[in-house]
């Protein structure tokens, strides 16, 4: 079984930073691509960053652009998120999920995730 577990969310003001860790068990997980998504109250879950399963190449979406970083370290089954530059909209429930396919796609979410984070940047 499959189990993704999230931590080093909190409360950060603007500006500031956060790294996200996301820990993986239950599957060879150096053989898959791996992505951090955000959801906001009242908006849909939204895609952030996503890293193929070699660490290279590595994709971010359009509000997260050089701002968030996503790396990852196969020897110790995590997949990571440097957020720097903190904005109030980044604000939301940062997920991690886990793609089944060793490189990114965007034709299908991935099928596992984790239970959520919680980022709260304050003004």
């Known amino acids: 079984q499959v189990q993704l577990v999230e931590s080093g969310g909190g409360l950060v003001q603007a500006g500031g930073s956060l790294r996200l860790s996301c820990a993986s068990s239950?599957?060879?997980?150096?053989?898959?691509?791996m992505g951090w998504f955000r959801q906001a109250p009242g908006k849909e879950r939204e895609f952030v960053a996503a890293i193929s399963w070699d660490g290279n190449p590595t994709y971010s979406g359009d509000s997260v652009k050089g701002r968030f970083t996503i790396s990852r370290d196969n020897a110790k089954n995590a997949v990571y998120l440097q957020m720097n530059s903190l904005k109030p909209e980044d604000t939301a429930v940062y997920y991690c999920?886990?793609?089944?396919?060793?490189?990114?796609?965007?034709?299908?979410?991935?099928?596992?995730w984790g239970q959520g984070t919680q980022v709260t940047v304050s003004s």
């Open positions: 239950g599957r060879t997980f150096s053989r898959y691509a």
């Open positions: 999920g886990g793609y089944s396919t060793p490189y990114y796609t965007n034709y299908s979410p991935p099928p596992y």
